[in-house]
């Protein structure tokens, strides 16, 4: 017996099953992440009582919504069950402006036969463990810390660049992985910001967004030491492709590629030549 619901706190293990058997980088706490925030759709294929597959969106207001997570468990593919777990995110999601997500090449194909089109390439690289040496930028001064006293700074400079509203992101990031969240202000203002967090398999960096690529460069270059030691993956945009070359520089080795894709129209205003790093696919 199948049933298509909504996605609960107690489906967190086993959503996080389908994702690891498929080599992805989310933690439990991503999944809570998503569950928990009344505003996300997240649903839930169920067959014979086990989860046979998972489709969510992350809501930053009506604005936009982001779709991700899209799995099916091997034993039940073939079955049409992604077409209709998208076909009612998208039925849910009809008062929101705009819907994107980050398709793999796999997945483009369905996509566009629902009536999404592409936008821009993102590009992943991975590091595995190795150590880097911290080497300083001269023209901008030293990346600080980003506490809680700065959220709401940080939450503004995101909005101007990115052209929604993602608070609920940007707050849960910095609070819950602080050590990767640092920025880098110019005359009292941000002018460039990173944050990251905790993977099963590796530490993502991302978002980042900056004035310039060389502000993108001072951050890269101060916390990269941080990490030594640990395997990390940044999700590059398309847009920067001198991001691209220089992080192969540090280390960095290009994995894989997903295209941005959006819903019909894309109605989103934001700065895509200040956007370096996204949060990944399942975040946008």
Known sequence: MACLRTLGIQDAVPALALSSAEGWNQTEKDWLFLIQNPE???LAYEIDGRLAGTATAIKFGNELAWIGMVLVHELHRGKGISKILLTR???DLKSCRCIKLDATPAGQPVYEKLGFCEEYQVHRLIRHP????????????????????????IIDYDQKNYGVDRSQLITYLIREYPESAWMIKDKGKVAG??????????????????DSVEISKALFSHILPNFNGQPLVAD???NQPEMLEWLK????ILSRSFMRMYFEVNCIVDVPEKQFLISGPEFG
């Open 40 to 42: 996300n759709i997240c």
């Open 130 to 153: 190795q150590s880097y040496v911290r080497s300083e930028h001269n023209t901008w001064q030293l990346p600080e810390k980003i506490n809680v006293a700065f959220i709401e700074e």
């Open 249 to 252: 520089t540090a280390g960095f």
């Open 236 to 238: 590059v945009s398309g």
């Open 193 to 210: 910001f990173v944050l990251g967090r905790n993977g099963s398999r590796f530490h993502h960096l991302g978002p980042m967004t900056a």
């Open 89 to 91: 995110l998208l039925d």
